[in-house]
């Protein structure tokens, strides 16, 4: 009766747990909180990567100030007529007037894992910048300038595009002035 008693217990158990489940996913309670987590940590994207010659991308000149810090929302928009995926940091860098780099690129700013992000031809995916301000720069004193853009490329795939968004940049490399989070769906 030992080990018959215990496979009942062991399946009802299951069948509770698959229930209550069930309830909750066709009740939304597993919905993400927001679109910016949706995916599975280390997911690995079922289409093509993105390209950055096949993508839009521009920035959202309205960012938000925070304690020295600004953020900007980075958007790539796929224009391939083709579904493509994205998985990852864009490459970030601040460029001058005639496209040469300002400084170092952009760190990973690990705050959100990293997620494939599935674009269909039209759709669009985002990244948060955050660019220390003027005022953090000076304390820095890392050759503030004016830079004229960002380059901005898909993880690992092209030499990317340049943005225009002028700017206060370090211009003296080691001086990390800019994080980047992982892309997103929007």
């Given at each position: 009766?030992?080990?018959?008693?215990?496979?009942?217990?062991?399946?009802?158990?299951?069948?509770?747990?698959?229930?209550?489940?069930?309830?909750?996913?066709?009740?939304?309670?597993?919905?993400?909180?927001s679109?910016?987590?949706?995916?599975?940590?280390?997911?690995?994207?079922?289409?093509?990567?993105?390209?950055?010659?096949?993508?839009?991308?521009?920035?959202?000149?309205?960012?938000?100030?925070?304690?020295?810090?600004?953020?900007?929302d980075?958007?790539?928009?796929?224009?391939?007529?083709?579904?493509?995926s994205?998985?990852?940091?864009?490459v970030?860098?601040?460029t001058?007037?005639?496209?040469?780099?300002?400084?170092?690129?952009?760190?990973?700013?690990?705050?959100?894992?990293?997620?494939?992000?599935?674009?269909?031809?039209?759709?669009?995916?985002?990244?948060?910048?955050?660019?220390?301000?003027?005022?953090?720069?000076?304390?820095?004193?890392?050759?503030?300038?004016?830079?004229?853009?960002?380059?901005?490329?898909?993880?690992?795939?092209?030499?990317?595009?340049?943005?225009?968004?002028?700017?206060?940049?370090?211009?003296?490399?080691?001086?990390?002035?800019?994080?980047?989070?992982?892309?997103?769906?929007?």
């Amino acid at each position: 009766m030992g080990n018959t008693s215990r496979f009942p217990r062991r399946l009802t158990a299951m069948l509770s747990v698959c229930a209550v489940t069930f309830s909750l996913v066709t009740l939304g309670a597993f919905a993400p909180i927001s679109s910016a987590y949706a995916g599975s940590a280390g997911a690995r994207a079922t289409s093509p990567a993105c390209a950055s010659s096949t993508l839009v991308i521009w920035i959202d000149t309205e960012g938000s100030v925070v304690s020295g810090n600004t953020y900007y929302d980075i958007e790539l928009t796929n224009f391939s007529g083709k579904t493509c995926s994205i998985l990852g940091y864009p490459v970030v860098v601040a460029t001058n007037l005639t496209g040469h780099q300002l400084g170092s690129a952009a760190s990973d700013n690990a705050s959100h894992k990293p997620f494939a992000v599935t674009l269909a031809g039209g759709a669009s995916a985002a990244a948060v910048l955050q660019i220390t301000t003027a005022v953090g720069l000076r304390g820095l004193k890392c050759s503030p300038q004016l830079a004229a853009g960002l380059r901005v490329s898909a993880p690992n795939k092209g030499t990317g595009k340049v943005v225009p968004f002028p700017f206060q940049a370090c211009s003296s490399t080691g001086h990390i002035f800019m994080k980047v989070q992982a892309v997103q769906k929007t």
